[in-house]
């Protein structure tokens, strides 16, 4: 088991230098600078902090997934700016207002994150078509606040900061990714929660059976899932400085396929964060790869697509046999 | 639920709906259909003119052969969210053969062919779910980003505003001309008849014969009906393709009846298919499901989508309107059926 996780690691490690170096080659030295790594990294959060939700839910097996990630994180990032700028002007205290925008993102997505949980737990609803119902209600939500256009937020610097700049040549909102992402990791790999979240995905009879309190788990795991979605919306909000119902619509594709190109199992019981962060910055510098060699967007989602299916595909496959020369 | 003093005899009155209710999930989609009518009614006495309700039909031709097409595969325990991008390839890639090198193609071969090309495309969904062993929603969210992507990259992206003859005549024919009060003239359109054969056909193999059975049995227990000696294999085959062949008939239906062809057309739309069908009484896990069902989730997701504006709810909240109406009706069934 640790052999063949540590094997994915390597291989999707590898997988970066493979996509840089092929990025240097192809579209010159300005791929690899350190302006262009920072702009790569700064688009990383968004969609790896809604794959972490989406791996998460699909850890915890019974067929999970969060479909409502992208429009949660939109409803958050709009709900936010409409309240947080009724109680305080922006122009005023741009930095109470920034926490205070951060502090109702955040309540949203727990609320959001709760209401899958509760309706996946208690009324037996299957995770696809209670994300699925809460991804239609989030975003009809969202459009009746804008009445469908997008808000812009104006400048306000700690946000725009947040979004934008690099500290230590790092920026904010990736340094902000990564540790969340170790919080989440850990999380799994060493708390009592973690390792019930694990048993429950391979098989919640046994979990049942097992004293592990089925609905409380599931309930924390979609509300972990909500918090996530509205810390996207709030990198959404401050990178791009507006907030719009439809933002990132193809989002729920990609979360799902740096989510299983990361290894985690749709069937759940299995994921590793590590994984889906390595996964995240490589389909991210794949993306921005594409973008530097004037690939378009059609023929990019048609790339992402085989991707996915290979990606299934290969996990089909056996390939322990041709490495085993190697090794 | 019950308040009702719990007596084997004679139970209350709301303890029977309740559980009439579960045999027949349908009659809750029918309750909710009433009860928008009767408030768009109250609301605007004006709704009920022949024009509205001839719109209402047109506007659930093309969501109605989508939803017989999920209906199969949700009750065999798959999902299919492929089909809006089968349709827009097909009738697209097809709209473009006839018109730039057989024009005078006639309806009786496009239609066919329309199948056929969807039929294609679905078995191939079929086959790849079976071969991957991995959840058909993942599977097929693959193969959706590639049949659009592929379309918009290699076939094109322009529209079509000159159908061929054929298909404009079909698009334009009517089965009622009714002329009302004020001279409007509104007419029920001659594609209503395609969603008639196609409800007809798929409630005859599901209720009427062995590969019926096998879907059903596929979608309660898959375990359970391979034992019996159901080739899940074939029914995967079977579900997909059936979806992908009623895909690419909606999609000629509905660029006759928008004569346009757009590239750009239908997406995004299977959303609210799937809450149509599961609306319906058809169980996410399979093993369930009605074409009455269906088609009455289908009127009612119409009906929100185009009838909210005559009672002054902001047609912003449309979205909001059918989340809530899937997670109530989703609740409800599923509580129902752990009783």
Not at chain 1, 95 to 121: E, K, Y
Not at chain 1, 147 to 164: H, K, Q
Not at chain 1, 288 to 302: A, T
Request: charged residues 10%; glycine residues 12%; aromatic residues 10%.
């Amino acid at each position: 088991m640790i052999k063949t996780a540590d094997r994915q690691t390597v291989f999707l490690a590898l997988i970066n230098v493979i996509v840089l170096v092929a990025g240097a080659l192809l579209a010159g030295a300005n791929f690899v600078d350190s302006y262009n790594l920072q702009v790569m990294a700064a688009q990383v959060p968004e969609l790896g902090l809604l794959a972490l939700g989406v791996a998460l839910a699909m850890i915890s097996g019974n067929g999970g997934i969060d479909l409502s990630g992208i429009a949660l994180a939109n409803l958050a990032g709009i709900t936010a700016f409409l309240v947080a700028s009724r109680i305080l002007p922006p122009g005023d205290a741009p930095m109470a207002f920034s926490w205070t925008f951060a502090g109702i993102a955040l309540c949203v997505g727990l609320a959001g994150g709760l209401i899958n949980g509760l309706m996946i737990a208690y009324t037996g609803l299957t995770p696809l078509i209670a994300t699925l119902g809460t991804q239609l209600l989030f975003t009809g939500i969202a459009v009746w606040l804008t009445n469908g256009s997008s808000v812009s937020l104006g400048y306000i610097p700690p946000l725009d900061d947040f979004g934008n700049l690099p500290v230590l040549g790092v920026p904010l909102c990736f340094a902000l990714f990564v540790l969340i992402a170790g919080l989440i990791g850990y999380l799994l790999r060493f708390t009592p929660f973690g390792v019930k979240l694990m048993l429950l995905g391979s098989n919640e009879k046994a979990a049942r059976y097992g004293g592990i309190p089925v609905k409380r788990m599931i309930v924390i795991t979609y509300a972990i899932c909500g918090i996530l979605a509205s810390v996207a919306g709030i990198v959404i909000a401050s990178r791009a400085g507006s907030v719009k119902w439809d933002y990132g619509s193809s989002y729920v594709l990609i979360a799902i396929l740096i989510a299983v190109l990361g290894g985690v199992k749709p069937e759940g019981g299995y994921g590793r964060v590590l994984c889906v962060l390595l996964a995240a910055t490589a389909l991210q510098m794949l993306s921005s790869l594409f973008n530097f060699l004037g690939i378009s967007n059609f023929f990019r989602d048609l790339a992402w697509g085989v991707l996915l299916l290979a990606l299934l595909a290969s996990a089909r496959v056996d390939l322990s046999y041709w490495f085993r020369p190697a090794r | 639920m019950t308040d009702v003093p719990a007596s084997a005899a004679t139970p209350g009155l709301p303890a029977r709906l309740w559980d009439l209710m579960g045999r027949r999930p349908e009659l809750f989609t029918l309750a909710l259909i009433v009860v928008t009518v009767i408030g768009v009614a109250i609301a605007n006495p004006n709704f009920f003119a022949m024009n509205n309700v001839f719109d209402i039909l047109r506007a659930s031709v093309v969501r109605g052969i989508f939803a017989m097409g999920v209906l199969v595969v949700l009750a065999a325990g798959g999902i299919d969210v492929s089909f809006t991008a089968i349709a827009a390839f097909v009738m697209y890639a097809l709209t473009m053969l006839v018109t730039n090198i057989f024009p005078g193609m006639p309806l009786w071969v496009i239609l066919p062919l329309a199948a056929l090309g969807g039929a294609v495309f679905g078995v191939i969904n079929g086959l790849l779910v079976h071969s991957l062993r991995a959840p058909s929603l993942i599977v097929t969210i693959g193969t959706q980003y590639i049949i659009r992507s592929a379309l918009l990259t290699f076939v094109g992206t322009a529209l079509f505003m000159n159908l061929p003859a054929s298909m404009e005549a079909f698009g334009k024919a009517s089965l009622i001309t009714w002329t009302g009060g004020t001279g409007v003239i509104s007419t029920l359109p001659a594609t209503v008849l395609v969603l008639v054969v196609v409800a007809f056909a798929t409630w005859f193999i599901l209720e009427r014969t062995l590969m019926g059975r096998a879907i059903f049995a596929s979608g309660g227990n898959p375990g359970i009906a391979e034992r019996l000696g159901f080739n899940l294999f074939h029914i995967r085959l079977f579900v997909f393709g059936w979806a992908g062949l009623l895909a690419g008939i909606a999609g000629i239906v509905h660029v006759a009846s928008n004569r346009l062809a757009n590239p750009f057309d239908l997406a995004g739309m299977e959303l609210e298919i799937i809450a149509a069908v599961v609306l319906g009484g058809a169980r996410i896990t399979g093993g369930s499901g009605t074409v009455i069902g269906t088609l009455l989730g289908v009127l009612l997701i119409t009906l929100v989508s185009n009838v909210l504006v005559f009672v002054g709810i902001p047609s912003t909240l449309q979205l909001a309107i059918v989340g809530i109406f899937i997670l109530i009706a989703g609740t409800i069934f599923a509580l129902r059926q752990r009783n």
